[in-house]
């Protein structure tokens, strides 16, 4: 009973200490200057383009990314191909990528000095410091969240259920809505739920390209960083505590999603 | 089948299944576009300097020690985490309390919460002046603005890999086996090392390795919180934002593609790992 206590007591203590006091910690700071000056900060002008943007970002973002999850799962669950491996190792190479580097390889890309930064600026075309260069790094970070729910899914669920429904006369298209779909829908939700809270909450990669333009390339995440820098910290707090509010409710679904229907969410206990 | 048939090499088994050149098309160019082009550009662009060129810049002393305190602090940060972490698997895994489930879904906060939020919470936590640094201080601890304060926001953004890792293998885990020890007269402690331990080390390593090569590439939740001194608690990947603001480009690739590469390696070293644990 005592080593139980003992190992109990280190083990919630490392959990307060490490994970409920920074959350804590945003919403106590939030409210430090009172309930008015937190609506002010988050009605402010800049707060709101910056919300605004997050979501159109995340809007773009996120679809673009399923569409790609559900065709890359397809092709690799579905059919027995050479470098299949290796195919599903490249998905997952952006998880293992430092955020700096993901905005960095646009930049080099498409920055002034960057391969096609001549080429684009002679037709006209902006990318970094520009909303498109905010969508590209947050399409690179967000790119296995899809892909990697759905692939483990569906090759447990095999080809048969396809097989009978073409069998029966479906096309692939009614295969693919009718019998693969509504298989892997949770599986699908869960992924798309995690892309788009990292989608949202992504800070580095965006930082890199957003040249942090206020009202205009500047999300929430850099609105925070922005507001902290000039001392400004109750509205930082305040910017913040939305994020961290995306995040709770994040959490909260995520767990229903894992309770109710744990056995159709393939990485429920991996990342 | 009694005769062997020899077929020519092919990519790909036939299959009914329509759909797949247009799904593989896609997923391949989108993959290429989107995530190899642009890391080619990164690997290719440091060489405009000349090898010699990319040597100076990556053993330059301000870049060594960005590199040794984003290596170093991901290490210590991952081992801190293998511990806690284990003992918190363990915890989840064994005990019956209740609000278990609630605690549970909350390991998983560092992956939900945005980076820079967690940022400034741990700055509001550890600044001289904040909640814990204002204690801290008295009794001489600087954690804010050290190596210290890099290691802390390294420590909370890996907390769930180890636990995620290590949860699924003590779970499953028979618990038949350590009473069978037990009758046969081990102690807890043998138990433990003997049965216990050699069960989940794959999985366990392969928490720590998770947790390390996420912490190694960190920005959002350090910048805030280490002070960026350049040479005591300045990161790699903040030295890199600081070289692409002076627009030396060719440096900041270089920096990126050295990180690129060790991450590369270690991302080589976890799918062994995980390989080992399977066949076990």
């Known amino acids: 009973m005592g080593i139980k206590l003992l190992l109990g007591t280190l083990a919630f203590g490392y959990i307060a200490v490490f994970l409920l006091t920074p959350l804590l910690a945003v919403f106590v700071e939030a409210f430090r200057n009172g309930a008015d000056a937190y609506f002010a900060a988050i009605t402010e002008k800049d707060a709101q383009s910056a919300i605004w943007l997050t979501l159109t970002v995340a809007a773009i973002a996120v679809p673009l990314n399923t569409v790609f999850g559900l065709a890359a799962a397809w092709a690799i669950t579905k059919f027995e191909f050479r470098g299949k491996g290796f195919l599903i190792t490249l998905i997952d190479l952006p998880f293992s990528v430092s955020p700096v580097i993901s905005g960095l390889v646009y930049v080099l890309l498409f920055g002034a000095q960057g391969y096609m930064g001549p080429f684009l600026d002679a037709l006209g075309i902006k990318v970094i410091f520009t909303v498109t260069g905010l969508v590209l790094a947050t399409v690179f970070v967000t790119f296995p969240f899809v892909a990697r729910e759905l692939i483990p899914l569906m090759q447990e669920q095999g080809v048969s259920e396809e097989e009978a429904a073409l069998t029966l006369g479906a096309t692939g298209w009614q295969a693919f809505w009718y019998v693969t779909l509504p298989n892997v829908r949770w599986g699908l939700l869960y992924g798309v739920l995690l892309c788009n809270a990292r989608a949202m909450g992504e800070f580095g990669a965006v930082s890199v390209v957003s040249g942090h333009i206020r009202g205009l390339t500047n999300t929430m995440p850099l609105h925070v960083e922005i507001l902290y820098n000039e001392y400004n910290f109750a509205a930082a707090f305040a910017v913040a505590s939305l994020l961290a509010l995306l995040a709770l409710v994040t959490l909260v679904l995520k767990s229903l999603l894992e309770w109710q229907f744990g056995d159709s969410i393939a990485s429920s206990r991996r990342h | ?280």
């Open chain 2, 1 to 280: 089948m009694a005769h062997v048939v020899r077929t020519a090499w092919r990519f790909r088994q036939p299959s009914v299944i329509p759909g797949f050149g247009i799904t593989f098309g896609f997923a391949v160019a989108y993959l290429s576009l989107v995530i190899l082009i642009p890391l080619a550009a990164l690997l290719l662009r440091p060489w405009e300097l000349g090898l010699v060129g990319v040597w100076e810049v990556v053993t330059a002393p301000r870049v060594l020690a960005a590199l040794k305190l984003s290596f170093g602090a991901a290490l210590a940060a991952s081992l801190i985490n293998a511990v806690f972490g284990l003992l918190v698997a363990w915890v989840l895994v064994r005990y019956r309390f209740p609000g278990k489930r609630i605690l549970d879904a909350f390991v998983d906060l560092p992956f939900a919460l945005p980076t820079a939020v967690a940022g400034i919470a741990l700055s509001a936590l550890y600044a001289p002046n904040g909640w814990f640094g204002q204690y801290l201080a008295e009794i001489g601890v600087k954690v804010a603005y050290t190596p210290l304060g890099v290691v802390v926001a390294l420590t909370f953004i890996g907390l769930p890999f180890v636990v995620r890792s290590v949860q699924p293998v003590l779970s499953e885990m028979e618990k038949e086996l350590e009473e069978v020890a037990a009758t046969l007269g081990a102690s807890r402690g043998q138990t433990f090392w003997r049965v216990i331990m050699p069960a989940i080390l794959p999985a366990w390593l392969t928490g720590a390795a998770l947790a390390f090569a996420r912490a190694v590439g960190e920005y959002g939740s350090v910048i805030f919180i280490a002070g960026n001194l350049p040479m005591v608690s300045e990161i790699a990947p903040l030295l890199i934002v600081i070289k692409l603001e002076q627009f030396d480009y060719a440096g900041a690739a270089a920096v990126g593609s050295a990180m690129l590469v060790i991450s590369f390696v270690m991302l080589l070293a976890i799918n062994s790992l995980q390989a080992w644990a399977r066949k076990r």
